[in-house]
């Protein structure tokens, strides 16, 4: 009878810990929208706490040093020096139709496609950083950073986390920054004014997600096309 006990409570924490680890895959395209910086509404350099992007696992980081980023990245080319996180091959990526739309549309500029798998756990996936676009490093300074970046290393158009939880429903959230260069106003005498900074824009998000739905997360200067599968 004890053995038959014992056998049962084996079962059922063998169980529990199945269904408490659950593997899924995020795909994201990241897009600018064609408006100038110095023309977006003043609201938007505002200050968030934003989480430092050390907290996260930077899954492009075999592609440093780099001036730009490859706008599609195939995990078959890009290792993610993670055991936990695994790039998805160009192959497996499946919004391509999306990404040449926006492609083709003068109205945005993609930024990145790209995506990955993660094993999600009751206490979480660890948060992925993402880099895209340019490196505006030595080409503007930036005396400090809203996701406390290491403003002399690279300084990416975008940067930033994403998290993938679940709070009783699964959930995304998106921490990053829009960098974009000063807006131009005329050639300065040498030495009379300061090189013009950086400018950042926060991006912060948190929306509720469904397995195998695709989602668009809006902002004046950025968006994010985003599908979850779970395998």
């Given at each position: 009878m004890l053995q038959?006990?014992?056998?049962?409570f084996i079962m059922l924490?063998?169980?529990s810990n199945a269904q408490a680890s659950e593997r899924y895959e995020v795909e994201v395209i990241a897009f600018k929208h064609y408006v100038a910086a110095d023309s977006a509404p003043e609201n938007?350099?505002?200050?968030l706490?934003?989480?430092p992007v050390d907290q996260g696992i930077n899954i492009l980081a075999g592609l440093l040093p780099s001036q730009t980023m490859p706008t599609?990245?195939?995990g078959e080319q890009v290792f993610s020096g993670s055991e936990s996180i695994q790039i998805l091959p160009k192959s497996s990526l499946t919004m391509n139709t999306e990404m040449k739309r926006?492609?083709?549309?003068?109205?945005f500029t993609p930024l990145i496609h790209l995506g990955w798998s993660v094993e999600l756990t009751e206490a979480g996936a660890p948060s992925v950083r993402i880099l895209a676009?340019?490196?505006?490093?030595g080409r503007y300074p930036l005396s400090n950073s809203q996701n406390n970046v290491d403003v002399a290393g690279p300084l990416f158009e975008l940067d930033g986390l994403i998290t993938l939880y679940n709070d009783q429903q699964l959930y995304l959230e998106t921490e990053l920054v829009l960098r974009a260069p000063p807006p131009y106003r005329g050639t300065a005498t040498e030495g009379t004014q300061p090189a013009p900074s950086l400018i950042e824009f926060?991006?912060?998000?948190?929306?509720?997600?469904?397995?195998?739905?695709t989602y668009y997360l809006d902002h004046p200067l950025l968006g994010l096309l985003v599908t979850i599968r779970k395998i």
């Open positions: 038959r006990l014992l056998f049962i924490v063998s169980l938007l350099s505002y200050q706490p934003l989480l599609v990245i195939d926006l492609t083709r549309n003068l109205a676009g340019k490196n505006f490093q926060p991006v912060k998000q948190r929306q509720a997600i469904n397995s195998g739905d």
